[in-house]
């Protein structure tokens, strides 16, 4: 049960990873050109204050009628 994220300074690439079982989540929020910011949780996230806040309406239509979100959807529109 991991989830994990490993930078290279060589090839300039971040790497994110969980393991096979899925049970620990990796969520992201990638700004194009400035950063990536991700944690196991949500809320790491909203305290970071470039991630938005947009809610995801779709997202919680599927939620609502299936009980989760399919990946790589979160409750949150630009969070994976």
Do not use: C
């Not at 991991?2 to 060589?10: K, N, Q, S, Y």
């Not at 196991?40 to 995801?56: E, K, Q, Y």
């Amino acid at each position: 049960m991991f989830a994990l994220g490993i930078w290279d300074e060589t090839r300039r690439e971040l790497v994110l990873a969980r393991g096979p079982h899925g049970k620990k989540p990796l969520f992201y929020h990638h700004d194009p050109g400035k950063q990536v910011v991700f944690a196991s949780t949500l809320s790491p996230l909203l305290d970071w204050p470039t991630v938005p806040r947009t809610l995801n309406v779709s997202g919680i239509y599927d939620y609502v009628r299936r009980g989760f979100f399919h990946a790589p959807e979160s409750i949150l529109q630009e969070v994976r």
